[in-house]
């Protein structure tokens, strides 16, 4: 994992500006992580490393229920209408997924 102390040492260097860049664009990879997960699961939802899916699922509860933990500016109209669309579908996949895999092993 990343070692608060040293992001926070590295932040501090910064002017308030660069530091609503690296926010901005670490907000912009977590949705693109969010995408690709979304398109994995599409595809096939065994196919993304099981070991993956604590650590996302924490990520992902963040991500719905206090997306300004992760950086999300709540008050930019893309992030108040985008992120939740985003994450309701992955979601919406893994409960699907789930309850299939839950139907595969009763069968």
Partial sequence: GSNPDIAA????TLSTREREQVRDRRCYVIVRVFRFLTLVMEVDWSL?????W???ADFLVKAV????SLGFRLNDT???????KCTFVILELAVKCSNQNLKDSMA
């Fill in 9 to 12: 040492k590295f932040e501090a």
């Fill in 65 to 68: 229920m206090c997306p300004a």
């Fill in 54 to 56: 604590g650590k996302f």
């Fill in 78 to 84: 893309e992030v108040v209408d985008g992120l939740p």
């Fill in 48 to 52: 993304a490393p099981q070991k993956l």
